[in-house]
């Protein structure tokens, strides 16, 4: 979709030395990315780039509390402590943190809702 909208993409392979990532990153008038560590690359951007960045956790909790811990109490289903109270998972330690949310996260996008953000990325190179 990205392509069909003009974008050029560019996937970075993270094994890439500093140097050819810091070059790669430098040609990009966009990078998208999911919230973490791998963002902060965007200090190699060129003035005036555009920083897409997914945040797949955090701001829903009456979202998660309204279409899934109420419905499955009503179903008698227990409601998993990682969408209930993510604050749980970190009373577990680093190692339940590490293994939710770094080594495990798999990330989908819904590309027709995601459509327009690319758009507003378009519309904020062209300001």
């Known amino acids: 979709m990205a392509k069909r909208l003009g974008f050029r993409v560019v996937v970075a392979e993270p094994d890439a030395d500093v140097s050819g990532f810091a070059k790669i990153i430098n040609s990009c008038d966009v990078m998208m990315g999911v919230h973490g560590a791998g963002l902060t ?3 190699f951007l060129p ?5 897409v960045q997914v945040i797949p956790i955090g701001g829903t909790e ?5 279409y899934f811990e109420e419905p499955a109490k009503d179903m008698n289903i227990s409601d998993h402590v990682v969408l209930r109270d993510p604050s749980e998972i970190w009373k577990q330690g680093w190692s339940a943190v590490q293994s939710i949310y770094l080594s495990k ?5 819904d590309v027709n809702r995601f459509r327009p953000t690319l758009v507003k990325a378009l519309e904020l190179l062209h300001q």
Do not use: G, I, P
């Open 41 to 43: 690359n965007m200090v």
């Open 47 to 51: 003035e005036k780039a555009v920083l």
């Open 62 to 66: 009456w979202l998660s509390k309204t």
């Open 105 to 109: 996260q798999n990330v989908t996008l």
